[in-house]
């Protein structure tokens, strides 16, 4: 058995916050009522008692949306289903600042959650009000760090555009001297249609601050970088890690996908991808996943789809593991490729593994668009 598919992740969306940030492409509705959050939880419980509890460890995240803008006994009843469901390896919760409340920090540390992930984004006032966003300061993250013993692990995004430069490296002291153990650091990604969007001026983004010099500010600070985006002064996060070993996992809520591996008869790979409907009328008539949209992965969408998301964690590539699972040699399909690549430091390659260099971890894009020619072009080859 391939020990990349040896755990299975719960992801359950919680379509509400309690404000709209001006950056959001997310599903998620602030005009809710607690009556309306019950009916959603409601249907999410009813979900999840649909779901076989794995044989595997299960990573259980609970996202959205904001999961602490839920009415508090709303919180409580869904965590507690989780919990006695699937008594996760892993529970995380989202959360942002301004609803991460003693109350809803109680009611979590009650049934088990170990990972809080909090939305904080920026410390600095200047960048929230340019992404039209609320709620994180220092003392109300250092009141969080005080109140909630586990791994606290924060969001921050950089990018934005019109920000002091450094900023997001002020943002990473500070939170390095709270004792926040793990940081996820994002690009803003201005979306069409955004109210972002339509105040931002072309190129704008390419004048923000430096990448390189952020990650070397959080590498200083003790964290591992372990993923692309990703740092952690202790453990990774498993269910994200799940999602990159392209493990099972099923979402629950509306929008929420799911990825499910199948097993063709012509003894090669394939997944379902499965999404809700992300509007909650339709989402509540139909009972369990009949509102779906399903997409077939073929076995070339995950070979490329492995590639990708491999790449992007330190540990890289195994190509025993690759062959195992796609029946293709990676070092015969991309030979030439990967001695350019290397030669330009962009990545390492060994007798066991493909690894993206630091550098490569940092133009990644470039990297994989130039992989994923050499893979297909090979692929075609054969296949001809
Ligand atoms: S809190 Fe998150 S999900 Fe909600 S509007 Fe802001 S970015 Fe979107």
């Given at each position: 058995m391939d020990d990349y598919l040896e755990s299975f992740g719960i992801y359950v969306h919680v379509p509400f916050c309690?404000?709209?940030?001006?950056?959001?492409?997310f599903h998620?509705?602030?005009?809710?009522t607690v009556d309306a959050q019950r009916t959603i939880v409601r249907r999410i419980i009813v979900d999840l008692h649909a779901i076989d509890p794995p044989r595997v460890p299960t990573t259980v995240y609970v996202g959205g949306g904001t999961p602490t803008a839920l009415d508090?006994?709303?919180l409580d009843e869904l965590l507690a289903t989780l919990a006695a469901?699937?008594?996760p390896v892993e529970f995380t919760l989202e959360a942002n600042p301004e609803s991460a409340t003693d109350e809803r920090l109680s009611i979590a540390a009650h049934h088990g959650v170990d990972r809080l992930s909090v939305g904080v984004q920026s410390l600095d006032p200047d960048t929230l009000r340019r992404i039209g966003?609320?709620?994180?300061?220092?003392?109300r993250i250092e009141a969080i760090r005080r109140r909630w013993p586990s791994t606290l692990s924060a969001d921050l995004i950089t990018g934005v555009p019109g920000v002091r430069p450094g900023s997001s490296r002020t943002d990473v002291d500070r939170l390095a001297a709270i004792g926040i153990d793990h940081v996820s650091v994002y690009g803003l990604s201005i979306e069409p249609e955004t109210p972002l969007a339509t105040r931002t001026r072309r190129g704008d983004a390419q004048a923000a601050e430096g990448w390189v010099e952020l990650v070397d500010t959080i590498v200083s600070h003790g964290y591992r970088r372990y993923e692309v985006s990703n740092f952690s002064r202790g453990a990774p996060c498993l269910h994200n890690v799940g999602y990159w070993r392209q493990c099972d996992y099923i979402g629950v809520g509306p929008s929420a996908v799911s990825t499910i591996r199948v097993d063709p008869p012509d003894g090669s790979i394939a997944a379902i991808r499965i999404e809700q409907s992300i509007d909650h009328a339709r989402w509540l008539s139909q009972p369990g996943w009949t509102n779906a949209a399903t997409e077939r992965l073929s076995m070339r969408d995950l070979m490329l789809e492995h590639l990708m998301l491999a790449l992007r964690q330190v540990d890289g590539v195994s190509f025993a593991r690759f062959t195992t699972r796609y029946g293709h040699d990676l070092r015969a399909l991309a030979a030439d490729e990967i001695d350019r690549l290397r030669d330009e430091s962009l990545v390492?390659?060994?007798?066991?593994?493909?690894?993206?260099t630091r550098r490569g971890l940092d133009l990644l894009d470039p990297v994989l668009v130039r992989l994923f020619a050499a893979v297909c072009r090979n692929l075609d080859t054969v296949a001809t």
């Open positions: 309690t404000s709209r940030c001006d950056y959001c492409a998620s509705s602030v005009n809710w508090p006994p709303l469901r699937f008594a966003r609320r709620g994180a300061d220092v003392a390492v390659a060994d007798r066991t593994t493909l690894r993206a």
